[in-house]
């Protein structure tokens, strides 16, 4: 099974829609979470972090954690021809027996906005 | 101010060549890592080190070999370089790798996409 799943898309919605991606994880003591977006050949870019159950809006965008389904999710809203880009999910794990932490991505979402 | 830097951006050399990575970040954080992107665009990690300590090293060749001369630069050295390393090589750093959530937020560098022939 894989640590972080992710759809891979592409998801397309038309400029000025709701954009939903989802991130399922399967460490159930992960405690912090992580979207990405990338840009085709580019690196990749922090735009939200979450770590406590609940909503959290930063601008157009709004992060969704239930650590009891663990899910993970990301909401853009009034979507942009620029929001086209791929989105990956990020979950802070255990590793080494516990001893520290590393990052484990999903696979990433494609988002497609049409204009 | 670029914050976590990488040279070079592009690399092109012949199989069994042996070529370095370097990175800086001027960010003043305590942990860095090197990620591997392969064609898939997946994303994994393959070392981290904390205040110059390594700390992750993932299931990667022995070829491969980090060095870390300060907590600001993080190197990567390949030896006898194979057609399956081509991949884009990412740099990251983080506050912290452990602690408070926020602290463990990475930033990543440009990356150096590597093209073994």
């Known amino acids: 099974q894989k640590e972080v799943e992710q759809n891979s898309g592409p998801l397309s919605v038309p400029e000025g829609a709701i954009a939903s991606l989802n991130c399922t994880y399967s460490?159930?003591?992960?405690?912090?979470f992580f979207w990405y977006r990338q840009y085709s050949g580019k690196s990749p870019e922090l735009i939200m972090s979450i770590y406590s159950n609940g909503d959290k809006e930063d601008g157009r965008f709004t992060a969704q954690l239930n650590k009891a389904s663990q899910y993970v999710s990301l909401l853009i809203r009034d979507s942009q021809p620029s929001d086209s880009a791929t989105y990956l999910c990020a979950v802070n794990t255990q590793a080494y027996g516990g001893a520290t932490n590393k990052l484990i991505f999903g696979t990433g979402t494609l988002l497609a906005v049409q204009p | 101010d670029t914050a976590v830097s990488q040279t070079p951006k592009y690399l092109v050399t012949q199989m069994g060549n042996d070529k370095s990575i370097k990175c800086e970040q001027n960010?003043?954080?305590?942990?860095m890592y090197w990620y591997k992107q392969d064609s898939k665009k997946f994303l994994k990690i393959m070392f981290s080190?904390?205040?110059?300590?390594?700390?992750i090293n993932e299931t990667v060749p022995n070829r491969f070999s980090p060095k870390s001369p300060d907590k600001a630069h993080l190197n990567l050295h390949i030896n006898s370089l194979e057609l399956g390393d081509s991949a884009v090589y990412f740099c990251?750093?983080?506050?912290?790798?452990?602690?408070?959530?926020?602290?463990?937020?990475?930033?990543f560098g440009p990356g150096t996409r590597l093209t073994v022939l």
């Open positions: 990251a750093s983080s506050q912290d790798m452990g602690g408070l959530a926020e602290y463990n937020e990475q930033f």
């Open positions: 080190y904390n205040n110059k300590e390594l700390i």
């Open positions: 960010l003043g954080h305590d942990t």
């Open positions: 460490d159930r003591v992960s405690q912090s």
